[in-house]
């Protein structure tokens, strides 16, 4: 039953499991991206604009936060991208063998 779900398909035609997989590797690849540029705003923030300690850190956490989220967004959109090729290589690759009968 456990092993039916993971191979439902989700709107895309893609495994669910695939689909949990990408998000949760956008989700983590955002979350670093999201930290470096939150600290690269802080430094930038500090030492070019010369902000006061308070608004430097509020700088690093909405530029973090924000570019963060795109980045997410951005990886995720690839993510599903790529396992859609796949799929549709896969799928290419099984047409071209034509069906096969189980004896």
């Known amino acids: 039953m456990s092993e ?3 191979q439902s ?4 035609g893609l495994p669910v499991d695939a689909v949990a997989r990408a998000s949760r590797d956008a989700r983590r690849d955002g979350v670093f991206a999201g930290l470096s540029s939150g600290l690269v705003s802080a430094i930038i923030g500090s030492k070019l604009f010369r902000l006061n300690r308070n608004a430097t850190i509020l700088c690093g956490l909405v530029t973090g936060i924000v570019s963060g989220y795109q980045f997410t967004q951005g990886f995720l959109a690839a993510n599903l991208a790529r396992l859609e090729q796949e799929k549709a290589k896969l799928d290419k690759m099984a047409a071209e063998q034509g069906p096969t009968s189980t004896l």
């Open 9 to 12: 398909a989700s709107p895309k």
């Open 4 to 6: 039916e779900n993971n």
